[in-house]
């Protein structure tokens, strides 16, 4: 069940306090207003990102990420004590 929250003459709702706490969000968040095939409104929160790190969100990059993830997870990951015995290790490889 929904809570009730009352529109105000310059078209501002609040939202509810367990709302805001469940979905994170904060004074001054962005918050994406559709409105769905059935009349309904939609609000969805949205964080924005700074334009130098908008590559890390691509599909492409999170892909990435989630196979790192499952790497480590499932131990396929080496430490080194330097760059240099990194290096070493990968040049012995070719």
Not at 4 to 17: A, M, N, R, V
């Amino acid at each position: 069940m929904g809570s009730l929250t009352k529109l105000t003459s310059g078209g501002q709702i609040t939202l509810p306090k367990e709302i805001r706490i469940k979905t994170n969000m904060q004074p001054g968040d962005f918050v994406e207003v559709k409105l769905d095939k059935e009349g309904r409104i939609v609000l969805t929160p949205k964080k924005l990102v700074d334009a130098s790190q908008a590559y890390f969100w691509t599909e492409e990059w999170q892909k990435g990420e989630r196979k790192a993830d499952a790497d480590i997870k499932a131990g396929r990951v080496k430490t080194f004590k330097s760059a240099a015995d990194a290096v070493k290790h990968l040049e012995d490889k070719a």
